[in-house]
């Protein structure tokens, strides 16, 4: 009896110390890679919207496209409406602040450093939202 619960105790300790937190972002991440279009959006604490995210292989021309790229070698692409209603493309690159802020610099400097900050990151669905 004393031997189960011995074995159910590390049992417990091993499963316990191989989860990985669903909102980490490593390099083996979903997140990278992929074409993110935004399907719904919300208004969050800070103000801000707080976009969910699906994989898309062609990007679906919508009202209020917002979608973006990163690149594991430190490329970034957002997918956006301009002033005019006309679909624009803004490239750059991005460096990682923590595990889940990623500062982007535009490679055109008439756009401003941003970050856009993960929420949670799962196979087929990101959270995330843009500071500027």
């Not at 074995?7 to 316990?16: E, G, I, K, Y």
């Not at 699906?54 to 301009?82: H, N, W």
């Not at 990623?102 to 949670?120: A, C, G, M, N, Q």
Request: net charge negative.
């Amino acid at each position: 009896m004393r031997f189960s619960y011995v074995l159910s105790f590390f049992l417990f300790l091993f499963l316990a110390s191989s989860c990985k937190d669903n909102n980490e972002v490593t390099p083996e991440s979903p997140l990278f890679g992929v074409k993110w279009q935004a399907t719904t959006s919300k208004v969050n604490e800070l103000g801000s919207y707080t976009f969910t995210y699906k994989p898309v292989k062609t990007l679906m021309p919508s009202f209020g496209l917002e979608a973006f790229q990163l690149g594991r070698d430190g490329s970034f692409v957002r997918y956006t409406f301009g002033p005019a209603d006309e679909g624009l493309t803004i490239l750059g690159t991005w460096t990682s602040t923590d595990e889940q802020t990623f500062k982007v610099k535009p490679t055109d400097t008439k756009y401003k450093e941003f970050s856009l900050v993960i929420e949670s990151v799962q196979d087929s669905v990101v959270q995330a939202h843009y500071v500027f």
